[in-house]
């Protein structure tokens, strides 16, 4: 079992940045894939972002290319959004995931969740 917990998410202005972090206990996250989702209110989940297990490959929803990077630190066990040029409709409740298979966009692949770190983007 993989306990994970987010942090680092809170209110900021449009324009602005944050990093959130995903930190495991328990296990190593370092055999896992982990992605980042997020869930607007009203809204559906969405997948953000992923990262193989070595950190060699990223995916990114087209709505956060190039503003979003996702990055991971495996000798401290945690997985990093940084988030920048934040807007509006990124305000969302953000999840870590992790996962042992390869269908890195989709919810259903992934096997342990975080409960969430709410984002807040004003206008």
């Known amino acids: 079992q993989v306990q994970l917990v987010e942090s680092g998410g809170g209110l900021v202005q449009a324009g602005g940045s944050l990093r959130l972090s995903c930190t495991a206990s328990r296990r190593t996250l370092s055999r896992y894939h982990m992605g980042w989702f997020r869930q607007a209110p009203g809204k559906e989940r969405e997948f953000a972002a992923a990262?193989?297990?070595?950190?060699?490959?990223?995916f990114y929803a087209d709505s956060v290319k190039g503003r979003f990077t996702i990055s991971r630190d495996n000798a401290k066990n945690t997985v990093y959004l940084q988030m920048n040029s934040l807007k509006p409709e990124d305000t969302a409740v953000y999840y870590c995931?992790?996962?042992?298979?390869?269908?890195?966009?989709?919810?259903?692949?992934?096997?342990?969740w975080g409960q969430g770190t709410q984002v807040t983007v004003s206008s």
């Open positions: 995931a992790a996962s042992s298979g390869t269908n890195y966009y989709s919810d259903l692949d992934y096997d342990f």
């Open positions: 990262i193989t297990w070595s950190g060699g490959r990223t």
